[in-house]
Structures are given as C-alpha cells and as structure tokens.
Nanobody, 116 residues
Framework: QAQLVESGGGLVQAGGSLRLSCAAS????????MGWFRQAPGKQRELVAR???????TYGDSVKGRFTISRDNAKNTVYLQMNRLKPEDTAVYFC??????????WGQGTQVTVSS
C-alpha cells in the first residue's frame, strides 16, 4: 500500500513552471519532516527541499530562489512549486518523509523533464 504518492511531473520548456504534489497517509505526514529529492541519470540522489512539521524550510543551493516547498497539514500533502526551470533540473523527483526516529519513507518518483 503506497504511503507517499507523487503527482505533477511532466515535460516543460526552460523558464517554465511545474508544481509537484505528494499525498501522504495521515499517520506519516503528521509526525514527519517532508522533503523532495531528485536523481538524474548517473548522479546521486540529492536534496531539493525539506520542510519541518513547524514549517521551517531548507533548500538545495541549486534551487534557492526558484523552488518553494510548502505543506498543507489539513490535506496531508506537500508541494514543490518549481519556477524558472532549467534543463539541469531534469530528474526523477522523489517525495520523502522522515519521522522523528529518522525512519525514511519514499514515494515512487515522478519524472520532470525540462527542454532547452
């Protein structure tokens, strides 16, 4: 049974925008910091953005000022608004939940492709 379900990936031209969504089960979402990671072919998975239960945010250097993470606690959903996309943002994006004992949950991933 999937506990993190991503949506919103797709193909977009450079300079465009996409919004990713990740719906989580309530028991996971309530207790977890939520984040987005990405992995491009031949590269390691990297942190894109993370948001704590209290709303504190952290961003990877390459996306600061372009991406915004947010969470809707009523909907158990975390979002990633991606603006001014670049071809180097092309990757599979994974939703992550990390609970207080540092147990990680992962979504299945959603492809984001930015054409030049």
């Amino acid at each position: 049974q999937a506990q993190l379900v991503e949506s919103g990936g797709g193909l977009v031209q450079a300079g465009g925008s996409l919004r990713l969504s990740c719906a989580a089960s309530g028991s996971i979402f309530r207790d977890s910091a939520m984040g987005w990671f990405r992995q491009a072919p031949g590269k390691q998975r990297e942190l894109v953005a993370r948001i704590t239960r209290d709303g504190g945010t952290t961003y990877g250097d390459s996306v600061k000022g372009r991406f915004t993470i947010s969470r809707d606690n009523a909907k158990n959903t975390v979002y990633l608004q991606m603006n001014r996309l670049k071809p180097e943002d092309t990757a599979v994006y994974f939703c992550n939940a990390r609970n207080p004992i540092l147990l990680d949950y992962w979504g299945q991933g959603t492809q984001v492709t930015v054409s030049s």
